[in-house]
C-alpha cells in the first residue's frame, strides 16, 4: 500500500513558507454546556457555508459519534487522512498535524479541542495542534464544552461529581477571535439523549443518572452563560476604553497569589485566574522558598503549580524568605499589587499559633492598603494530606539530632560529680548552638526539647524524676530551655539566610561568569566553547548546540563545541523550537518524551539557533533551573547577535573601501582616457576635411564610429562617479518639454534610423523645473537603449504628458522585449543580457535612473503583453513661475 503522507522535505519547506506570514489564523470556538448541544452540527453547517463561498475548507478531524446528520455535513468536503497509532495493543487514529500543513487549507475544522493526543505525538493535547495551525496562518474552527475549560472545571466537579481530566488553558479563549455559543435548554438536551442522539445504549442511561441529570446541565448552562457574557463584556470594555486609552490593562487592579508545593495551590492559580479574567488585569503567582528541604515528588508538584500557572497567563515570580508573610509582601508592594489571594489555612492551630499565626493571619497583620482575598479550596484525601504535611526536614537529620544529644548525655554522666549539675546545662546549649548550624528547625527544636528533659531527668535533683525541688533549678531549667530553642533558631536561621545568599550569589556568578566568558571571545566558535563549559560546570548537563541562518534552516549537525550529538528525533523537536521561537523537549508539553530540552537562540528580530540541554535520565531540572537556563540562551543569543552584526559592520566596510577604490579608479580612467580622444578626434576630423579615397572615406567612418562609442563609455563612467558622489546637485531652470525631447533625439540620433522614431506630445505641457542637460541625456539613454536592442524597421514611440503634477514620458518599443534574467535587476550597473549586442557596457538605464531620481522622479521599465519593452519616466511638476520670473 502506498504511503499518502506527505514528503518530509516538502513538508518542512511548507512550513517554512508558512511561518513567514505576518497574520496568524483565525479561531473561532463553537462552545455549549455539554456534549450533544450541536456544536459539531454548526460547525459543519458553518464549513459548508464558507465552503460555498470559495474558501478551501478540510477537515481536519471530526467525530460524528454515529450521528447520520452529522455524517451527511461531511459530503463534498475535503478530508485530511489521520494518523494510525498503536497504543497498549489498541489501535487507535489521531489527528494528522503533519498531513493538514501539507494542505495548507484556508480553514480547517478540528473537533474535540480539549482531546489529549496519545503517546509520542508532537503534543500531548489537541489544543496546541491548534496553536501551531494557528502560528502557520491557517484558521481553525473547533469545538469545546464548558467542563473542559481549566479555570472552570473545579465548578464542574463540585456541581457534578465527576473529576475532568481533559481541559484547555483559558488563553484559548482569549485567543479566539470568535465564540459562538450552542444553547439549547436542559429538558431538550435530555430528550435528545434519550433520542440516542447523544450517546447510545447503557452508557445514554448511565449519563442520564450522573451527568445529565437536569439539575446538573442547569447549572452547567448558567456557567458556559455566565463565561460568555464575561468575555461579551470584556470586550465591550476594551473598546470603550480603547478609545481614550491603548494600555491593556486599564483597571488599575494587580493581583497576586502564593503558589507552594501543595496540590492545593493548583485550584487557588484557577481561582485567580478566573478573577483576573473578570476584572481585566494581570496577576502574578510568586514562590517563596523558605528554606525548607523539598522532596523530588514535592518540587515536582511546585514545578507543575507553577507552570500551570504560567499556562494560564500568570507572571511567574521566585523569591527566597525564610518568612513566607513577609516576602509575599513585598514582592507584592514592589509590583503594586491590588488583591492577594490566599488559600483557607487547613493546618494545625496550635502549631500555626506557635508560629505566629497561619499565612492568611499574617498576610492581613501586614497587608495595609492591600486587600487579602481568602477563598476554600477543596480538601484531598487524608492520605494526600498526610503526604504533604510530613515532617519538612529529611528523617536522617532528627536520627543526628538524637544521637548527638544522647552523646553529650553519655559524657555529662561522667563528669557530673566533678563539675556539677548546672555546668551540664552548657554542653547541652553548645550543642544544640552546634546542631543549628547543621540542621534544619525541626532537628533543632527536638534536640532543644530533649535537652532540656534529659538535663531534668537525669541530672536536676531528685533524680530519675521530671519534679524540680528547687526554685532556682526551676529557674535554670526554664531560661536553659527558651535559650536553647531561641540560639538554636537563631542559628538555624542564620544558616538558612546564608544558604539564600549563597545560592544567589551562585546565580548571579554564573551568569556573570557566563556573560564574561563568551563576551570575551572572539569567534563564534569561542563562544559556544565557553557557554558549553559554563553550562557543564553549572547545572552539569551535557549541551549541543544547532545553528540556523542555512538555505534548509537549521543545522542538521550539532557544533563542534557540543558534548553530545542529538539524533533524528532530537534534531527534529530542535527544528520546531527553531521555527515556532519556543521552547520544546523534556520538560515542556511539546513532544515531552525528548531526551533534551530545547531552548531557542532568540533576539527581538530573529533565532539565531537552538541549545539543547539534556540532563541524565533520573534527573530533572526545576523550573528555577530551567529559568537560569533561559537566561543563559537569552545571553548567548545577544552576543552571537552581536558577533554577527560585527561580522556584518566589517563587510560593510570593506565593501565601501572597495567602492570608494572603484570609483576612484573608474574617474581615474575616464579623465585619463579624454585627452588621447580628443587628440583622435581633431586627427580625424581634419582627415575628413581632405579629399579621400573611397577606402580611405570608409576607415575613416569606422573610427569615428569608434571614437563615437569610446566617447560615449567615458561620458558613462564620468556620469556614474558623478552620481556617486556627495557633490552632485541638478542645477534646474526652467524650459519646455518639448526643448527637452528635441534634445534628447539629437543626443540619440546617431544610432536612430531615419523614420524609426514616432513623437507623440500632445498640447502645450506645462514648463519643467530641470537640470535639462540630465534629463535629457538621461532620455537619450532610454531611446539608445530602445534603438541598439530592435531592428532598423521597428518602431519606436516617445510620448510626454502631463497627468496632475505629474510629467510622463514613455519609450516604448515593439522588440524582442526585455530577457527575463535581467528584468528584477535591470537598473543595476554593469547589467546586460546574455544575448545583448557587443560595445555596450549595462551602465546606460542606471545613470538614466539616477538622473531622474535626483529630481525627485522615478523611472521604471518592464515588458508590454503584445511585445516590446516600455520604460516610464516620472517627474514632479512644480507650481508654475509668473513671467516676471521667466525673464529675471
Known amino acids: 500500500m502506498a504511503d499518502d503522507r506527505p514528503n518530509p522535505d516538502a513538508l518542512l519547506a511548507s512550513i517554512q513558507r508558512e511561518t513567514s506570514r505576518d497574520k496568524r489564523g483565525r479561531l473561532k470556538i463553537f462552545f455549549g454546556m455539554a456534549p450533544g448541544v450541536g456544536k459539531t452540527y454548526a460547525m459543519l453547517k458553518d464549513a459548508r457555508q464558507r465552503d460555498t463561498e470559495g474558501i478551501d475548507v478540510v477537515v481536519g478531524y471530526i467525530e460524528t459519534h454515529g450521528r447520520s446528520e452529522t455524517a451527511a455535513l461531511l459530503e463534498g468536503l475535503v478530508i485530511a487522512p489521520r494518523r494510525a497509532v498503536k497504543y497498549r495493543d489498541v489501535a487507535m487514529e489521531e489527528m494528522d498535524l503533519d498531513a493538514i500543513i501539507f494542505l495548507r487549507p484556508k480553514l480547517v475544522l478540528v473537533d474535540e479541542l480539549a482531546h489529549t493526543n496519545a503517546p509520542d505525538s508532537r503534543h500531548p493535547k489537541r489544543y496546541q495542534d491548534v496553536l501551531e495551525l494557528l502560528a502557520l496562518g491557517i484558521d481553525v474552527s473547533t469545538t469545546l464544552n464548558v467542563q473542559h475549560v481549566e479555570s472552570r472545571s473545579d465548578m464542574v466537579r463540585q456541581i457534578t461529581g465527576a473529576s475532568v481530566q481533559e481541559t484547555v488553558p483559558d488563553s484559548i479563549l482569549e485567543l479566539a477571535d470568535e465564540i459562538e455559543l450552542i444553547d439549547i435548554s436542559p429538558e431538550r438536551l435530555r430528550e435528545r439523549l434519550a433520542e440516542g442522539k447523544v450517546y447510545l445504549g447503557p452508557r445514554a442511561e448511565a449519563a442520564s443518572q450522573n451527568f445529565f441529570k437536569e439539575d446538573n446541565l442547569t447549572a452547567l448552562r448558567e ?491 567615458v561620458k558613462n563612467l564620468l556620469d556614474s562617479a558623478r552620481l556617486e558622489s556627495d557633490q552632485f546637485e541638478p542645477k534646474k531652470e526652467w524650459g519646455e518639454v518639448h526643448d527637452l525631447v528635441e534634445t534628447a533625439i539629437e543626443l540619440a540620433n546617431p544610432v536612430l534610423s531615419k523614420d524609426q522614431l514616432q513623437v507623440r506630445v500632445p498640447g502645450k505641457p506645462p514648463l519643467l523645473h530641470a537640470d535639462f542637460g540630465l534629463l535629457a541625456q538621461a532620455l537619450a539613454n532610454l531611446l539608445h537603449n530602445a534603438a541598439i536592442h530592435t531592428s532598423p524597421k521597428t518602431r519606436i514611440t516617445l510620448e510626454a504628458e502631463a497627468l496632475g503634477e505629474i510629467l510622463l514620458i514613455r519609450v516604448a518599443d515593439k522588440g524582442p522585449g526585455i530577457s527575463p534574467d535581467i528584468l528584477p535587476n535591470l537598473f543595476e550597473k554593469f547589467q546586460r543580457a546574455s544575448d545583448a549586442r557587443p560595445g555596450g557596457t549595462g551602465l546606460g538605464l542606471s545613470i538614466a535612473r539616477g538622473f531622474v531620481e535626483a529630481h525627485g522622479g522615478s523611472l521604471e521599465g518592464h515588458n508590454q503583453p503584445e511585445g516590446g519593452a516600455v520604460f516610464i519616466m516620472r517627474l514632479p511638476l512644480e507650481k508654475q513661475p509668473e513671467p516676471a520670473e521667466l525673464n529675471t
Not at 316 to 337: G, P, S, Y
Request: charged share 20%.
Open 223 to 713: 456557567i458556559a452563560l455566565r463565561l460568555t457574557a464575561e468575555r461579551v463584556d470584556q470586550q465591550l470594555r476594551n473598546i470603550r476604553q480603547g478609545r481614550v486609552i491603548r494600555d491593556v490593562w486599564n483597571s488599575g487592579e494587580r493581583l497576586m497569589v502564593a503558589v507552594g508545593p501543595s496540590p492545593l495551590s493548583m485550584q487557588l492559580v484557577r481561582r485567580a485566574r478566573r478573577m483576573a479574567y473578570t476584572l481585566n488585569a494581570p496577576w502574578l503567582a510568586v514562590s517563596v522558598d523558605s528554606g525548607e528541604r523539598l522532596s523530588p515528588e514535592t518540587q515536582r508538584q511546585l514545578d507543575k503549580n507553577l507552570s500551570h500557572a504560567r499556562e494560564l497567563g500568570a507572571e511567574v515570580i521566585f523569591t527566597r524568605d525564610e518568612n513566607i508573610a513577609r516576602a509575599l509582601m513585598r514582592i507584592a508592594q514592589q509590583n503594586n499589587v491590588s488583591r492577594i489571594i490566599a488559600g483557607k489555612p487547613l493546618g494545625n492551630r496550635l502549631l500555626e499559633w506557635l508560629r505566629g499565626g497561619s499565612l492568611v493571619d499574617q498576610l492581613i497583620r501586614l497587608s495595609g492598603e492591600i486587600d487579602i482575598y481568602v477563598v476554600t479550596a477543596e480538601t484531598l484525601s487524608q492520605k494526600r494530606s498526610l503526604q504533604h504535611f510530613r515532617p519538612r526536614a529529611p528523617l536522617r537529620e532528627y536520627i543526628h539530632a538524637v544521637i548527638s544529644v544522647a552523646g553529650v548525655t553519655v559524657g555529662s554522666l561522667f563528669l557530673v560529680n566533678w563539675i556539677g549539675y548546672w555546668s551540664i546545662a552548657l554542653f547541652y546549649l553548645l550543642a544544640v548552638i552546634l546542631q543549628g548550624i547543621y540542621l534544619g528547625r525541626g532537628p533543632v527544636l527536638l534536640a532543644a526539647t530533649l535537652s532540656a528533659l534529659l538535663w531534668d531527668y537525669l541530672f536536676i535533683p531528685p533524680l530519675y524524676t521530671f519534679y524540680i525541688g528547687k526554685l532556682e533549678d526551676g529557674l535554670m531549667f526554664g531560661i536553659f530551655f527558651i535559650v536553647a530553642l531561641v540560639t538554636g533558631q537563631l542559628t538555624s536561621r542564620i544558616q538558612t539566610q546564608e544558604r539564600d545568599e549563597r545560592q544567589r550569589e551562585q546565580r548571579a556568578q554564573a551568569l556573570y561568569r557566563l556573560t564574561r566568558s563568551i563576551v570575551t571571545a572572539a569567534t563564534t566558535d569561542e563562544v559556544l566553547a565557553h557557554a558549553v563549559t559554563q553550562i557543564q560546570e553549572v547545572f552539569g548537563v551535557s549541551t549541543a548546540f544547532l545553528m540556523g541562518g542555512s538555505q534548509f534552516g537549521l543545522s542538521a549537525k550539532a557544533h563542534s563545541a557540543s558534548t553530545f550529538h542529538p539524533d533524528e528525533k532530537e534534531i527534529g523537536v530542535a527544528t520546531w523550537a527553531y521555527r515556532n521561537r519556543r521552547n520544546a523537549g523534556r520538560f515542556t508539553d511539546t513532544l515531552p518524551s525528548a531526551q533534551a530540552f530545547h531552548i531557542p537562540l532568540t533576539t527581538s528580530e530573529r533565532t539565531i539557533g537552538v541549545m539543547a540541554v539534556r540532563p541524565p535520565a533520573e534527573e530533572t531540572l526545576t523550573l528555577d533551573q530551567r529559568d537560569l537556563l533561559e537566561s543563559f540562551a537569552h545571553q548567548i543569543a545577544l552576543v552571537l547577535e552581536k558577533e554577527k552584526l560585527r561580522h556584518d559592520a566589517e563587510a560593510v566596510r570593506m565593501l565601501g573601501k572597495s567602492d570608494q577604490l572603484h570609483r576612484t579608479l573608474l574617474n581615474s580612467i575616464s579623465h585619463e582616457l579624454r585627452t588621447p580622444l580628443s587628440v583622435i578626434q581633431a586627427a580625424t576630423d581634419q582627415l575628413t576635411s581632405e579629399n579621400l579615397s573611397p577606402r580611405q572615406k570608409h576607415l575613416s567612418d569606422e573610427i569615428n564610429e569608434a571614437l563615437d562609442r569610446l566617447k560615449r563609455l
